[in-house]
C-alpha cells in the first residue's frame, strides 16, 4: 500500500497529523513488520508490505489469538502487559507532557485493558482517549469519562485495505 492510499485509508486522522504516517511507517519498516517496496513500477512512490513476521499477528493466523480462546491465559497476558505499562506511565506523563500538547483525543492501538490510556485521561481531562484492542480484551471493560474502549482489530484493518485478506 503506498503511502496515499493510507492516507485515504484513515479518514478519521487528523490532517495535521497525516504527515506522520510516513515516519511511522518507516518506524514499522525497521522494526520488520512492513518492507518497503515499490509498488507500482514508479519510482517516485514507495509502498508497504506486510513482513512475514506481520503475518503472525494476524486474525486467521492460527499462532496469533489463543488468548482468546483461554479466559485465565487472557487475564494472565493482560495484567502482565498493563504491569508493563505501569514503569512506563509516570515518566511518559511527566517528562513527555509536550507530546499531548494541542491534541483532543488520542487513540492507543492494542491498547490492551487500557492502563496507560487511564492515566493519561486523568493527567489530561481535556483529552479524549479511546483504546483499541481485541474483543476479547475489551469485553468487560468500562468506558469512564473521557475514555472509551473500543474492540477492533487495527492489523486487520491496515491488511484489508492492503488486499492481503
Ligand atoms: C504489548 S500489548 C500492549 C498492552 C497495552 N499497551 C497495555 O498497556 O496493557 C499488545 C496489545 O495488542 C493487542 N492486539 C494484538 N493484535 C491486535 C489486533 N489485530 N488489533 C488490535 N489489537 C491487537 C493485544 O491484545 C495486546 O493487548
Known sequence: MAITDLDAALPMLNPT???N????MRILAHS????QQN???DAQEDGYVLTNAFHLLLK???LSDYAGHDQKLNSLFNEGMASDSRLVNSILIDKC???FE???SLVDVGGGTGTLSKAIADAFPHLECIVLDLPHVVANLQDSGNLKFFAKSFINYLCFHNNVQ
Not at 21 to 24: E, M
Open 39 to 41: 509498488l507500482y513500477n
Open 97 to 99: 507532557k509536550k507530546v
Open 32 to 35: 520488520g513488520f512492513f518492507a
Open 102 to 104: 494541542g491534541l483532543n
Open 60 to 62: 486467521d493466523n492460527p
Open 21 to 24: 504516517i510516513y515516519r511511522l
Open 17 to 19: 497529523k497525516a504527515c
